[in-house]
Nanobody, 124 residues
Framework: QVQLVESGGGLVQAGGSLRLSCAAS????????MGWFRQAPGKEREFVAG????????SYADSVKGRFTISRDNAKNTVYLQMNSLKPEDTAVYYC?????????????????WGQGTQVTVSS
């Protein structure tokens, strides 16, 4: 099993950048496909980005394409989300998640390991 801890959230002005990190415990990190999700107040949790085990393939929600970049370092058991050109509508709690699937999935219920979340607030 893997346990996940996010960090790097905060308050930033529109147009700014943040880099989220998700540190995983355990020796099996590289066997999981990793995803980033977010949830704004009153809204459902939504897929933001996903990355395959090796990091060779990624997937993004249309709303963040060209602005966000997901990456992973299996030697450090860490997955990252670089967020540029942030907008007020990016404000949410951001979660990293892990799935044992063989492909990147976008439904939150397909992921069975979750971090506690980190707040990202973008001011206009």
């Amino acid at each position: 099993q893997v346990q996940l801890v996010e960090s790097g959230g905060g308050l930033v002005q529109a147009g700014g950048s943040l880099r989220l990190s998700c540190a995983a415990s355990g020796r099996t990190f590289s066997s999981y496909i990793m995803g980033w999700f977010r949830q704004a107040p009153g809204k459902e949790r939504e897929f933001v980005a996903g990355i395959t085990r090796s990091g060779s393939s990624t997937s993004y929600a249309d709303s963040v394409k060209g602005r966000f970049t997901i990456s992973r370092d299996n030697a450090k058991n860490t997955v990252y989300l670089q967020m540029n050109s942030l907008k007020p509508e990016d404000t949410a709690v951001y979660y990293c998640a892990a799935t044992g699937s063989f492909k990147i999935l976008t439904a939150y219920y397909e992921y069975d390991r979750w971090g506690q979340g980190t707040q990202v607030t973008v001011s206009s």
